[in-house]
């Protein structure tokens, strides 16, 4: 299944909040794809965000090729 950009002006996210009796808002509802949509993207950003730090405090590293090619 494809997923729809969240952020285009015809799909725009448009949650719906659950208001307390006070009308505090306490909890909110998302269309599945947006709700998808927005996981993918923090899994996308937290697996840039291991990988730079990886990056930046291995003095080395073998390239995927490099190991295959040991094989």
């Given at each position: 299944?494809?997923?729809?950009?969240?952020?285009?002006?015809?799909n725009a996210i448009r949650p719906q909040y659950i208001l307390d009796q006070t009308g505090?808002?306490?909890?909110?509802?998302?269309?599945?794809?947006?709700?998808?949509?927005?996981?993918?993207?923090?899994?996308?950003?937290?697996?840039?965000?291991?990988?730079?730090?990886?990056?930046?405090?291995?003095?080395?590293?073998?390239?995927?090729?490099?190991?295959?090619?040991?094989?």
């Amino acid at each position: 299944m494809k997923k729809t950009n969240p952020t285009t002006a015809s799909n725009a996210i448009r949650p719906q909040y659950i208001l307390d009796q006070t009308g505090n808002k306490t909890a909110v509802i998302l269309d599945i794809v947006t709700f998808e949509n927005i996981l993918e993207a923090l899994e996308d950003n937290y697996l840039a965000k291991i990988g730079t730090q990886i990056l930046a405090t291995e003095d080395s590293y073998t390239d995927l090729d490099e190991l295959a090619a040991k094989r």
